[in-house]
């Protein structure tokens, strides 16, 4: 399923929260994609909203994949900071893309 019509990630964490518990109740869903430019514009809302982080972990626990993807539409956008949200979000299996996907699940 592809969250859309919006950035799904400019929503309250429990907004996110509430949404992903619903989505991990269709027992047929395999995975949610949110598409989301917020690592490239307001980094911060990853790296500093440990609450965001834990919403998707426990999505992950569930049994369902979560794959957030992101792009990068000019050089400038690669700042320290933006890079450091990616890059923490890689290393808590919640980002994938499309060539190589990188998932949190509890099957991996």
């Not at 799904?8 to 994609?33: F, K």
Request: net charge positive; aromatic share 6%; charged share 20%.
């Amino acid at each position: 399923m592809l969250l859309s019509g919006g950035d799904a990630l400019t929503l309250a964490t429990d907004q996110i929260e509430d949404m992903l518990y619903r989505l991990a109740g269709i027992s047929h869903l395999r995975y949610v994609r949110i598409d989301s430019r917020i690592p490239v514009v307001l980094p911060n809302r990853i790296l500093d909203d440990d609450s965001l982080q834990a919403v998707f972990k426990a999505f992950a626990s569930s049994g369902k994949q979560l794959h957030i993807t992101t792009q990068f539409n000019h050089p400038r956008e690669l700042t320290p900071t933006s890079i450091r949200s990616v890059k923490g979000t890689l290393q808590n299996c919640l980002f994938g893309d499309y060539r190589r996907v990188t998932s949190c699940s509890s099957k991996d």
